[in-house]
């Protein structure tokens, strides 16, 4: 794993993500990676992890065994096709695109190849994405080798790919969606006294800890919410104001929204 050669096309937000994972997680040597865009200096800061640097997406894959594609959806037909003459034989293909297919991406190479569809979420960058991982011709040896890989930079799971819109959603939106509760939270913090530095060190601990406790228990977070309600008491005061103003409903609805846009995504 370590002399794995792999290519990342499009340092932007997931790819640039992506190599801080694999170098915190240690398992591929950092000049064993080789970062893409065409405005290299947006991810000089990089450097200082000792990877690979290229704006020639052909030369970037030369070599590779494995290429990572984390340009935008709309990008991947046109980079598909331009870097397929240079990929070698037997080269895994990760599509990170949401919303695309592995056929469509797989088509565009003159040969076949294993290509898998990945979705992970921004917290790849410190080891903690939920990934899901779809495979498309490829072997279990492919399968294993990739789940390896995602599963060194938080949980991978091999699902179907008819179910990666829903979990394009669910995990890769999600951390969004779960950012924009904290803010929330933070500016009710900042409206009961707190600073927004406090708030947000109070409201981060808070949700880690929620996380962390249906992580450790397994419970249903409804029977962790009846241990916090007293009856009569304060928290349920405040989380049936939050269901009469309609959050569950609005949480359920952006995810719909989102689940029908990634759905129909061309
Ligand atoms: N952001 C997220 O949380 C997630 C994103 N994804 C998917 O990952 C992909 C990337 O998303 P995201 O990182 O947010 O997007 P960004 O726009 O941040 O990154 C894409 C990068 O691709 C580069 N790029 C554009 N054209 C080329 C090219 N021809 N060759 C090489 N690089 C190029 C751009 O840089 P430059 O203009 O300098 O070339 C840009 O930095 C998308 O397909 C998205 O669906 C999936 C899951 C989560
Ligand atoms: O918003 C998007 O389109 C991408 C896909 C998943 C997360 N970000």
């Given at each position: 794993?370590?002399?794995?050669?792999?290519?990342?096309?499009?340092?932007?937000?997931?790819?640039?993500?992506?190599?801080?994972?694999?170098?915190?997680?240690?398992?591929v040597?950092?000049?064993?990676?080789t970062?893409?865009?065409?405005?290299?200096?947006?991810?000089?800061?990089?450097?200082?992890?000792?990877?690979?640097?290229?704006?020639?997406?052909?030369?970037?894959?030369?070599?590779?065994?494995?290429?990572?594609?984390?340009?935008?959806?709309?990008?991947?037909?046109?980079?598909?096709?331009?870097?397929?003459?240079?990929?070698?034989?037997?080269?895994?293909?990760?599509?990170?695109?949401?919303?695309?297919?592995?056929?469509?991406?797989?088509?565009?190479?003159?040969?076949?190849l294993?290509?898998?569809?990945?979705?992970?979420?921004?917290?790849?960058?410190?080891?903690?994405?939920?990934?899901?991982?779809?495979?498309?011709?490829?072997?279990?040896?492919?399968?294993?080798?990739?789940?390896?890989?995602?599963?060194?930079m938080?949980?991978?799971?091999?699902?179907?790919?008819?179910?990666?819109?829903?979990?394009?959603?669910?995990?890769?939106?999600?951390?969004?969606?779960?950012?924009?509760?904290?803010?929330?939270?933070m500016?009710?913090?900042?409206?009961?006294?707190?600073?927004?530095?406090?708030?947000?060190?109070?409201?981060?601990?808070?949700?880690?800890?929620?996380?962390?406790?249906?992580?450790?228990?397994?419970?249903?977070p409804?029977?962790?919410?009846?241990?916090?309600?007293?009856?009569?008491?304060i928290?349920?005061?405040?989380?049936?104001?939050?269901?009469?103003?309609?959050?569950?409903?609005?949480?359920?609805?952006?995810?719909?929204?989102?689940?029908?846009?990634?759905?129909?995504?061309?």
């Amino acid at each position: 794993m370590k002399n794995l050669k792999i290519a990342i096309i499009g340092g932007g937000n997931l790819g640039s993500a992506i190599a801080k994972g694999l170098i915190t997680a240690d398992r591929v040597s950092p000049s064993n990676i080789t970062i893409t865009r065409r405005n290299l200096s947006a991810i000089s800061h990089l450097s200082e992890f000792g990877v690979e640097f290229e704006s020639n997406n052909p030369k970037a894959v030369a070599g590779a065994q494995l290429v990572m594609l984390a340009v935008k959806p709309y990008l991947i037909d046109e980079v598909a096709q331009e870097i397929s003459p240079y990929v070698a034989p037997g080269t895994i293909v990760v599509s990170l695109a949401a919303g695309i297919t592995s056929a469509r991406v797989a088509a565009h190479f003159n040969q076949v190849l294993p290509v898998f569809c990945v979705m992970p979420n921004t917290a790849i960058a410190i080891g903690e994405s939920m990934t899901f991982v779809s495979s498309f011709q490829a072997t279990k040896e492919h399968e294993a080798l990739v789940m390896d890989l995602f599963n060194q930079m938080g949980t991978a799971l091999l699902i179907p790919e008819a179910q990666m819109a829903a979990a394009t959603v669910l995990a890769s939106c999600g951390i969004a969606y779960a950012m924009r509760y904290i803010r929330a939270s933070m500016e009710g913090g900042v409206q009961m006294g707190f600073t927004a530095a406090l708030s947000q060190q109070i409201v981060t601990q808070t949700v880690k800890g929620a996380a962390q406790l249906i992580a450790h228990s397994g419970n249903h977070p409804e029977a962790e919410i009846d241990r916090v309600t007293t009856p009569g008491g304060i928290t349920i005061e405040g989380l049936n104001e939050m269901e009469h103003k309609g959050f569950t409903s609005s949480v359920i609805k952006g995810l719909m929204a989102a689940f029908n846009k990634v759905k129909n995504a061309k």
